[in-house]
């Protein structure tokens, strides 16, 4: 067998538009507790079955008037009672009376403002009012809030901690929301052994299902390790087989150009391959493809490389395929710690870890994990030569916030 080389390579952005294009949002939906949602896609829209709040509630702690008794002040009014949250006050206030009213409590019937306790002095069963309010003044009306019969929430909304107090004002014990997709995950080789086992010669341990797994879950994912597979044709042919009955597969190793890289002919054999080889380094062998309905991404075997074109090309489209929003990235403007230079005919990712508001390389060799482990964020150089001194600012795309 010969080595293969690669066809022309596909820019970063034309990948990941590809990606996209081929992408498409999970449509299965599934009901689960409210308190389960958070970072959940709601697969419903959500209308108030009832007015919130579902009466009329004091807004400050006072005393519950009838505005027109506070035109001429000071004033006094006699104190008929108490309301407090959670009770009802069975009486009505009449013109020259108050009743002691708390924040949220319900509004006495005939009382149509709140005097803020502030403003007024006890004296005996009266109580002197010192300042004037108007009608509605520190209450809030039944629905402010929400307003049975209207939409809340839409369908497609990413459920944060703000959303499931929606839920939980309107009574929702589960709600429905879009199914997280399953995503197979395949790591290949010889060189590769699981954890727990001792290492033969010229084995290392599996890395990159782990840190897959990892990118999985926090990007809308449910990561399913299907194991490490042999460097066969027959094998990979398999585990491509099982693949399909997942929302994605995604395989590590195998995409190179070298004899033993069997994946991209597997993919050709029993599906499509969109493209194999992007202008980036580290990460030139990454593959996108499609078996059956089931894409498949080959990512490479390197574990630098593996974990960083699983931000550049796998995360875009999980987060698509889960519905949720795409990832925003936070970017920094600083200063780079040391001068270096570079050249290359591919955009490159240089991992950078921020000391004393500078970037300071850790970017090592595609093999070395570390170079991810102690990165707090990356540069991307363009094609061609580039030149930094120390001193000049870089834009560091942050990978943890």
Request: proline residues 7%.
């Given at each position: 067998?010969?080595?293969?080389?690669?066809?022309?390579?596909?820019?970063?952005?034309?990948?990941?538009?590809?990606i996209?294009?081929?992408?498409?949002?999970?449509?299965?939906?599934?009901?689960?507790?409210?308190q389960?949602?958070?970072?959940?896609?709601?697969?419903?829209?959500?209308?108030?079955?009832?007015?919130?709040?579902?009466?009329?509630?004091?807004?400050?702690?006072?005393?519950?008037?009838?505005?027109a008794?506070?035109?001429?002040?000071?004033?006094?009014?006699?104190?008929i009672?108490?309301?407090?949250?959670?009770?009802i006050?069975?009486?009505?206030?009449?013109?020259?009376?108050?009743?002691?009213?708390?924040?949220?409590?319900?509004?006495?019937?005939?009382?149509?403002?709140?005097?803020?306790?502030?403003?007024?002095?006890?004296?005996?069963?009266?109580?002197?009012?010192?300042?004037?309010?108007?009608?509605?003044?520190?209450?809030?009306?039944?629905?402010?809030?929400?307003?049975?019969?209207?939409k809340?929430?839409?369908?497609?909304?990413?459920?944060?901690?703000?959303?499931?107090?929606?839920?939980?004002?309107?009574?929702?014990?589960?709600?429905?929301?879009?199914?997280?997709?399953?995503?197979?995950?395949?790591s290949?080789?010889?060189?590769?052994?699981?954890?727990?086992?001792?290492?033969?010669?010229?084995?290392?341990?599996?890395?990159?299902?782990?840190?897959?797994?990892?990118?999985?879950?926090?990007?809308?994912?449910?990561?399913?390790?299907?194991?490490?597979?042999?460097?066969?044709?027959?094998?990979?042919?398999?585990?491509?087989?099982?693949?399909?009955?997942?929302?994605?597969?995604?395989?590590?190793?195998?995409?190179?150009v070298?004899?033993k890289?069997?994946?991209?002919?597997?993919?050709?054999?029993?599906?499509?391959?969109?493209?194999?080889?992007?202008?980036?380094?580290?990460?030139?062998?990454?593959?996108?493809?499609?078996?059956?309905?089931?894409?498949?991404?080959?990512?490479?075997?390197?574990?630098?490389?593996?974990?960083?074109?699983?931000?550049?090309?796998?995360?875009?489209a999980?987060?698509?395929?889960?519905?949720?929003?795409?990832?925003?990235?936070?970017?920094?403007?600083?200063?780079?710690?040391?001068g270096?230079?570079?050249?290359?005919?591919?955009?490159?990712?240089i991992?950078?870890?921020?000391?004393?508001?500078?970037?300071?390389?850790?970017?090592?060799?595609?093999?070395?994990?570390?170079?991810?482990?102690?990165?707090?964020?990356?540069?991307?150089?363009p094609?061609?030569?580039?030149?930094?001194?120390?001193?000049?600012?870089?834009?560091?795309?942050?990978?943890?916030?």
């Open positions: 067998m010969t080595m293969k080389p690669f066809k022309e390579l596909m820019p970063r952005q034309e990948a990941i538009d590809i996209l294009r081929e992408t498409k949002p999970v449509t299965a939906t599934e009901k689960i507790p409210i389960e949602s958070i970072g959940r896609v709601l697969a419903t829209d959500i209308v108030a079955g009832f007015n919130v709040p579902p009466f009329p509630r004091a807004s400050m702690d006072g005393y519950a008037v009838k505005a008794d506070t035109e001429k002040v000071p004033t006094k009014l006699k104190l009672g108490a309301q407090h949250t959670g009770g006050f069975e009486g009505t206030v009449n013109h020259g009376e108050c009743l002691e009213i708390a924040t949220g409590s319900p509004m006495p019937d005939g009382a149509d403002a709140v005097v803020m306790v502030e403003y007024t002095e006890l004296e005996g069963d009266y109580v002197v009012i010192n300042r004037e309010v108007t009608p509605g003044k520190n209450m809030a009306p039944a629905g402010e809030d929400m307003i049975k019969g209207t809340v929430l839409e369908s497609g909304v990413y459920i944060t901690p703000g959303v499931l107090g929606a839920f939980a004002a309107l009574g929702y014990t589960d709600v429905e929301v879009y199914v997280k997709p399953k995503v197979a995950i395949y290949s080789g010889p060189e590769v052994a699981p954890q727990g086992t001792p290492l033969k010669p010229g084995q290392i341990y599996d890395i990159n299902s782990y840190t897959l797994a990892s990118v999985i879950e926090m990007n809308g994912g449910v990561p399913c390790k299907r194991g490490i597979m042999e460097d066969k044709l027959d094998s990979i042919k398999k585990s491509l087989s099982d693949a399909s009955s997942y929302d994605l597969g995604v395989f590590s190793g195998g995409s190179s070298g004899v890289d069997l994946f991209g002919e597997a993919i050709e054999e029993q599906g499509e391959i969109y493209f194999h080889g992007v202008k980036t380094k580290p990460g030139k062998p990454t593959l996108f493809g499609k078996v059956d309905d089931t894409l498949v991404f080959g990512m490479p075997g390197y574990p630098t490389s593996c974990l960083n074109n699983s931000y550049v090309y796998l995360l875009p999980l987060r698509k395929m889960a519905r949720l929003p795409p990832k925003h990235w936070v970017k920094l403007l600083v200063p780079i710690g040391e270096f230079e570079s050249k290359g005919d591919r955009e490159q990712f991992t950078v870890e921020i000391k004393n508001g500078k970037a300071y390389r850790v970017f090592k060799q595609s093999g070395d994990i570390t170079s991810m482990t102690h990165a707090d964020g990356f540069i991307i150089l094609i061609g030569y580039t030149k930094l001194e120390a001193g000049d600012m870089v834009e560091v795309t942050l990978l943890h916030v």
